[in-house]
């Protein structure tokens, strides 16, 4: 089995920083993409930022400039630094691996973070 943690999530007012992590563990035997979602309350979940096994990253529009994703290949671990946010980021954040194990290749989530970003 695979599993997926996130943790880092909370209230903030807006402006300020958060920084989620996200570890996978289990029978991994490789990771390709690893990123993160989002899903605001009656809207539908997004890609937030993406890394590759190569470092290739990619994040939405909304995000550029605010928020960096990166990765950790030898701990399987995935981090989301959040800067000046604002209350439009408020959601639950949801950490998303592409995994090889040996079961083969499956997605995987977390069970989500709430980020809650007050004006």
């Known amino acids: 089995q695979v599993k997926l943690v996130e943790s880092g999530g909370g209230l903030v007012q807006a402006g300020g920083s958060l920084r989620l992590s996200c570890a996978a563990s289990g029978s991994i035997l490789s990771i390709y993409a690893m990123g993160w979602y989002r899903q605001a309350p009656g809207k539908q979940r997004e890609l937030v930022a993406k890394i590759t096994s190569g470092g290739t990253a990619n994040s939405a529009d909304s995000v550029k400039g605010r928020f960096t994703i990166s990765r950790d290949n030898a701990k399987n671990t995935v981090s989301l630094q959040m800067n000046s946010l604002e209350p439009e980021d408020t959601a639950v954040y949801y950490c998303?691996?592409?995994?090889?194990?040996?079961?083969?290749?499956?997605?995987?989530w977390g069970q989500g973070t709430q980020v809650t970003v007050s004006s």
């Open positions: 998303n691996a592409h995994v090889v194990s040996k079961w083969g290749l499956r997605d995987y």
